[in-house]
């Protein structure tokens, strides 16, 4: 398996843009996580979903951001607009069905810079 | 709700010295706990992970991290460092049927 799979993995947008970030999980994978990491917060969760359904969204900074998940293969993370508060890393991992102790597995990240 | 506390955003250690990265829990109910290594432009991956089954584990590339419950520590360590082991450590906590939380992370540097 060719693993987490994010695209792409460098954006740089204008304020205001919208911007759209992709994840592929693990095949077979019910549980998917995205997360964002700044140097000022660390590693933070903003939404997972499991089966295709969004379980918890309470990490979601704001109404600008938003995630779908419409079939078991993709995933999607919009911002729109971008601030260039927004900019950051952001990782999108699975993990297989188990539940949340299971190991999740991370893409490499999309490293995001709003100027 | 869970969370973790790892002391120390760096730390330094010579090449061949033990390496020792701390992390504290904190949970209502028995929790299932985690290292991660991030090293540079890269995504995390599990180092090793506590399940509730025996309390010293032992990881990938030599470490290993001991349950103690009544310090509600997950401390990592490994006996002898080496430049490759360079990166950043995150700890992270989870209980059953809830979110993974992870810690800020501490950045390791290995010094010649």
């Known amino acids: 398996d060719a693993g987490v799979i994010q695209s792409p993995r460098h954006e740089v947008t204008e304020m205001g843009q919208e911007v759209t970030l992709r994840c592929k999980p693990i095949?077979?994978?019910?549980?998917l996580f995205w997360y964002r990491q700044t140097m000022m917060r660390g590693l933070e969760l903003l939404i997972y979903?499991?089966?295709?359904?969004?379980?918890?969204d309470s990490g979601m900074p704001e109404d600008r951001f938003s995630a779908k998940m419409p079939n078991a293969s993709f995933s999607t993370l919009k911002i729109q607009p971008s601030e260039p508060r927004d900019s950051a890393v952001y990782f999108c991992?699975?993990?297989?069905?188990?539940?949340?102790?299971?190991?999740?597995?991370f893409g490499q990240g999309t490293r995001l810079t709003v100027v | 709700a869970q969370s973790v506390t790892q002391l120390g955003s760096h730390v330094s250690v010579s090449e061949g010295a033990l390496v020792l990265l701390r992390c504290n829990y904190s949970?209502?109910?028995?929790?299932?706990l985690f290292w991660y290594v991030q090293y540079p432009n890269q995504g995390l991956q599990l180092l090793l992970k506590?399940?509730?089954?025996?309390?010293l584990v032992k990881g990938i590339n030599g470490f290993e991290a001991e349950f103690k419950k009544s310090e509600t520590s997950f401390h990592l360590t490994k006996p002898s460092a080496h430049m490759s082991d360079a990166a950043e450590y995150f700890c992270?906590?989870?209980?059953?049927?809830?979110?993974?939380?992870f810690g800020k992370g501490t950045r390791l540097h290995i010094l010649p």
């Open positions: 992270a906590v989870t209980i059953r049927d809830d979110k993974i939380i």
């Open positions: 949970s209502s109910v028995p929790p299932y």
């Open positions: 979903f499991n089966n295709n359904v969004p379980i918890d």
């Open positions: 506590y399940t509730s089954a025996a309390t």
């Open positions: 991992a699975s993990s297989r069905p188990g539940g949340l102790n299971t190991e999740a597995f």
């Open positions: 095949s077979g994978h019910d549980y």
